[in-house]
């Protein structure tokens, strides 16, 4: 029986650089919303972009004035990102490898859809753990209501482990980990993804 996670990140050691290169341009609407995030983070704020793969979005934010670390569990995507001048640290997104309550911003794009769905509920309530309390939350990830291997498209034998979350589910988890939902809506590139910007209420 494989292991979805330790599977999912041999795959993205494999396809790195192909990767950083197919994905480097994000969308007009992942733009706005990565926009919306950096503006709810106080100037300089500490964030933490779990799932960084290649660093796209982590050096775009430290353009912003933003203090950023990258997390990835493919030792090749964090190598690209170190490579582009974004602090990379090797870690698991379900358990992020950073102090309790250190974080003014918690960034995830295209990351939660490769964990297990029974595991949601306990890597959200991680995430929360991270956060200061008012720290922001940008989270865009795939939505729908199945869970499954997915090949990688022209990569013989090389597949991921996605999961299509539904997102009143998902809202619901979040508001139970401690988050108060700002925002939240849907955009249809490729795939549809699930965009929600929240903030850590006082516990």
């Known amino acids: 029986m494989e292991d979805p996670t330790s599977t ?3 795959t993205y050691d494999h396809i790195a650089p192909a990767f950083a290169a197919n994905t480097e341009r994000p969308d007009a609407g992942l733009q706005a919303f990565r926009q919306r ?27 912003r004035g933003l203090r950023v670390v990258g997390v990835d569990r493919s030792a090749a995507m ?18 992020p490898p950073v102090a309790p309550g250190s974080l003014a911003g918690l960034w ?4 939660l859809l490769h964990v297990p769905a029974a595991e949601t509920d306990a890597t959200l309530r991680a995430w929360s753990l991270t956060l200061r309390t008012g720290g922001v939350l940008g989270l865009s990830t ?24 539904d997102p009143g589910a998902l809202l619901r ?20 993804w699930l965009s ?4 850590k209420r006082e516990v």
């Not at 988890?173 to 549809?192: I, Q, S, W, Y």
């Open 8 to 10: 999912t990140a041999a």
């Open 37 to 63: 995030f950096a503006d709810a983070v106080p100037a300089g704020g500490t964030v933490a972009d779990l799932g960084c793969g290649p660093g796209r979005d982590a050096a775009w934010l430290g353009e």
């Open 78 to 95: 964090t190598g690209l990102a170190a490579a582009r001048g974004v602090p990379a640290v090797l870690g698991d997104l379900r358990r």
């Open 108 to 111: 995830s794009v295209a990351a």
């Open 142 to 165: 795939s939505a729908g209501d199945s869970e499954g291997w997915e090949e990688v498209p022209s990569q013989a034998g090389r597949h991921r482990w996605f999961v299509h979350r």
């Open 173 to 192: 988890l979040l508001h139970a980990a401690g988050f108060d939902t700002v925002e939240h809506g849907l955009n249809t590139a490729g795939r549809t």
């Open 196 to 199: 929600v910007l929240a903030i």
